[in-house]
């Protein structure tokens, strides 16, 4: 029978975009179970992770079935101050996402229930909330230094002019192969179905990007010091672009995964001269 452990499997846990989510990879190979929720609230308690919504009240994971049919996810979550989880992948990776950026899902989950009764798009549902979505399913988060070249490779990207922003200053990218104090500029991935999907990954496949500014000392910490460092201010960042009502899925920057540097092996020139993938953007 068809399990979430032959599921499990099929992730390649080597893969740089992982990096953020290892050691809870690493603790599910070494003891992982079913009911997912039930193993994922025993991993945060003995891992010292605190997990807390946006008004500092404890969460939890919980069955899928605790979620009544007609309520909202995210305000079953508001309400009950629960994590409605399925032994699938696509709630394995976003259980992910929360052991790492537990500040910031809390703060997707705020703005979603400030907006949770405005539904006045096709789909139900406003352009905040539509944003909140792209980034929670699909989003990167793109440090980069406060220092000019830094500065260059966000603005460069924002301008959808790929070989000033992957290629031309690819040596300033994190390189976990080659550490340097010459890096400027790396990758976190955040979305939880983008993460699913790279399980398969493709060329064309293309996350949505905020980008955060750092010091130039935060390329020499530990993972788990960026990581830390990192939520904190993602958290106030989202808080402060997702607390205007006109916050847009257009503000996030569209990016193909592969692309990254060091995401991918053979990133030559042709690699990113494929006009499929990386395609001509227009800015309001």
Known sequence: MHTFFDDFHTIDQTKLWLSPYLLIHQAFVNGGNVP?????????????IIL?????????FSHQNDLPHGTAYEQFIGDFHKIP????????FGACVWSVFGRAK????KHHLRHIFVDDTQNKRNRVRDAITVFDENGIVLAVSTEQIGQQIASRL??????????APRQYWHNPDQPNNQTHAQSFLFGHALLEQLINPRKNLCGHT????????????????????????????LDDWLGRDDATPRDLQPL???GIPYFWANQDDEFYQDTSVFRAGRRR
């Open 85 to 92: 989880t399925r032994d699938n992948l696509h709630d394995w």
């Open 36 to 48: 997912l929720h039930a193993w994922l609230n025993d991993y945060f308690v003995d891992n010292k």
């Open 158 to 167: 924002y301008h959808f002019d790929w070989q000033h922003s992957l290629v």
């Open 256 to 258: 193909p995964v592969l």
């Open 52 to 60: 807390n919504n946006y008004q500092d009240k404890p969460l939890i």
């Open 210 to 237: 905020l980008v955060v500014s750092v010091q130039a000392e935060f390329f020499g910490w530990t993972m788990d010091e960026k990581l830390a460092y990192l939520d904190q201010l993602l958290a106030q960042q």
């Open 106 to 109: 809390a703060i997707l989950n």
